[in-house]
């Protein structure tokens, strides 16, 4: 008796060390602004952290507040400038003719943008923390499927979800897809010019929904139309 | 099985279950290079990618470059230069910003502490970093070190090459680089041509569905954690030859790095007829920290800056000339090649090309004469030149387009002025060709037999000098009646003494320093003589001299006291 409360002290110690470093994943993300109702209404935002790209998942969608999710928009027009990281460069697209072209935010390097390897993205293969059930997780978000066909992917049945333009439901989309030789998350946006953005004023060329992944810096890419 | 261990067994699953349903991630190690030099920040870069580690490097003083994309959730180690870093103590500034910083490693040369010699190397010349980008994904596929040769290092890499089972050179050294490293070579990637280096290292990866394309002007983190091979553009031109290369080996997608040289990408789909799919990385994001989409991170590599443009087209309608003059504003000599096009709006009136490559030394204003008809009613204040015009700093690398300021893509356009370009008597002979090698100079006599001074522009090409192609360039005048040698420096070892035949002249003169429209070109047999005396036979000389006059002095100084002393005595 003695021995096998022994045993099973230490064993349970043992449990409890292996669980320290383990680093619970916070969905903390992007700035949550209250205020979003049942009806859906767009709440103020802080301009300072949305202009240029942060927006709030209750902005770009949904009438629910989380934190599971963060948006990025932008134009992909020569109008538009973008600093780096440091301030320290500005550029301007040289691209004229966008309109069928597609804005990709990929969690690693993609090796291989043939359709063979980009597939629709399930349950299985999000981060686990929108994989669980609740109202905000990936399959009440990306609730529809349909075929995303770009100039040059064709996918059927791949989750999407409409994001919201001027407070209400609008057809600027985002689609979920999977890199299976890189196990990389790719979320594509359809760039439509100067579409009226979430905000209840002004334009932008696409919005993109994604999780707020802790420990991922999206690449985003631009495939010509 | 007993209680006790039946007891340890149920625990173990129970621990093994919660393994598998833990949401939980691990702190993901992440390398920073903290350097202003690139060959540590290509080192640290591509050592973190041999180590299967993700990494990110500064550019700026700026700590928000990493805070803004990098989570705190990462571990950090810091790969930092001793006295050339971007951002000091950088340690302790991510320290306060609650990072986690797990190591921190200083040094000199990143190239060679962090080699980790496994006798699988890659080598190129610190002269030749573009070639590195493309170099940086085949390393890592063959799980090789690119070692960068400079003066300082010859010694400790000719160390490391002895003892190496496998060393491919790449590119072009300097003699004196060669001399120690060649023995040891295994093979050597050289096509004089860094496009079809380019091209040759793309080949290796064998039959790839993708590929990256880079203009070779910066490093970014895509070149080091891609497996598809990356290859060489111009900044806003891609090469016939590498578009060959592409559609011939079947790739179906392009990613190009940057959205400047977007307009690559846009000529690819347009060659493929929309075949090849392009895509354009141009931005980073973390959804973490503000969300916002940045641009991409680079490191600028040292290069050459080309500035080139067209300041005037002038047709003469008396003589049919059309005379476009050329500037390099840049202090690298370049080359171009055009055709080009007289238009009224978008009827075009007349055409012509230039029937080879054009060198132009840097700092030159080179006008270049083409025979057209422009019917003399056509010729109207709407009357431009459209340019098509490649350039580059090697004739077979023309990889820049001249474009209208603000635009990507060709032509050039500039109104087209209309001059009487009138009679230059001007007269230019060239003597001789000689290089001097006391005075480590090329010298050109020339004879100016006319009644006015003459200005001139001399170039010599593809001179071999320390074993690489050279071109030399001067501006000068000469007066009437005169005959003079124009020398220009340039130092020739024993062997670019032996390899060279001939000095590929080409002279363009004129009696209006604005207007030089004559031109000599010639391939004159190179020779070399002693020539001048060698300075140390000069100071020689002269220490001679001087200890002659001081022993004069002496002379007359004793002589002149010997006379005092003599009047002394009489008296």
Known sequence: MKNYLSITFALSIIAVMLFIPFVMAVPGGANVTEGASETGVVTAVDTASTEGGNVTFTDIYSKQLTSKWAGFFGNVSGSIVLGDASSNTFFQWTITDFDNSVVYAASGSISNWAGANIVPANSSVVPAYIAVSGTDNFTNTFS?????????????????VDTWQQGSGGALRTYALWSTADSAHIWAGLVDDDANSFKASGTVDYQILLPAQALTTYSFYLELP | MTKSKRVIFKLLILFLIAITITSGVTALEVSISNSKDWKD?????????????????????????????????????????????????????????????????????????????????????????????????????????????????????????????????????????????????????????????????????????NIVIADGSFLETEFFTTNNPVMLSGPNKILDETYAFISQNGVESVVVVGNQIAVVGEQIRSKSNKEISVFVKY???????????????????????????????????????????????????????????????????????????????????????????????????????????SFGIYPSQLDNFLTMENEYGPPFRIKMDVEDLGNDPSVLNVLDVTYYKNLKRAGITLQNNGTNTVYYSAKIQNLIVNGLETNLFKEDKIAAGQTRISYIPVSLD????????????????????????????????????????????????????????????????????NKSKSKKKKV
């Open chain 2, 41 to 209: 920040v290509y080192s640290i870069m591509l050592s973190s990618s041999l180590n299967d580690r993700r990494a990110i490097f500064t550019n700026s003083e700026a700590l928000t470059a990493i805070t803004r994309v990098l989570s705190i959730d990462n571990e950090v180690r810091i790969y930092e230069s001793n006295n050339n870093q971007f951002i000091k103590n950088l340690d302790n500034q991510l320290d306060s910003a609650e990072y986690k910083v797990i190591d921190a490693q200083k040094s000199n040369s990143f190239n060679i502490d962090l080699d980790p010699e496994n006798g699988k190397y890659y080598v190129i010349s610190e002269d030749n970093p573009r070639i590195s980008i493309s170099l940086a994904s085949l390393a890592i596929k063959d799980g090789a070190w690119v070692l960068i040769v400079t003066e300082d290092n010859l010694n400790e890499i000719e160390d490391r090459l002895s003892n190496a089972e496998n060393v491919i050179a790449v590119g072009n050294f300097r003699r004196d680089y060669l001399e120690a490293l060649e023995p040891h070579f295994t093979e050597w990637i050289n096509h004089n041509d860094i496009f079809d280096d380019s091209k040759e290292i793309a080949s290796r990866f064998g039959i790839k569905q």
């Open chain 1, 144 to 160: 529809a499927t349909g075929d995303f066909n770009s100039t040059s992917l064709d996918e059927a049945s791949v989750p999407y």
């Open chain 2, 494 to 561: 024993k062997i670019d003494l032996e390899e060279n035949s001939f000095f590929e002249l080409t002279l363009t003169y004129g009696q209006d320093e604005e207007k030089m429209i004559k031109s000599i070109k010639e391939d004159v047999p190179f020779k070399a003589i002693a020539g001048g005396l060698p300075m140390p036979v000069i100071v020689g000389i002269v220490a001679v001299i001087l200890i002659i006059a001081a022993v004069i002095f002496m002379f007359k100084k004793k002589g002149k006291g």
């Open chain 2, 283 to 389: 931005g980073q994001g973390d959804a973490q920290n503000t969300g916002k989409v940045y641009a991409l991170t680079i490191f600028q590599l040292p290069q050459s800056v080309l500035a080139f443009s067209v300041d005037k087209a002038a047709y003469d309608p008396t003589n049919e000339k059309l005379v476009v003059y050329f500037h390099n504003y840049g202090n690298t000599g370049l080359y171009e090649l055009t055709t080009l096009a007289v238009k009224n709006g978008d009827r075009e009136l007349a055409s012509a090309s230039d029937p080879e490559v054009v060198f132009l030394g840097g700092g030159e204003v080179l006008p270049v004469m083409y025979d057209i008809t422009v019917p003399a009613e056509d010729i109207g204040d709407e009357t431009e030149v459209e340019f098509y015009t």
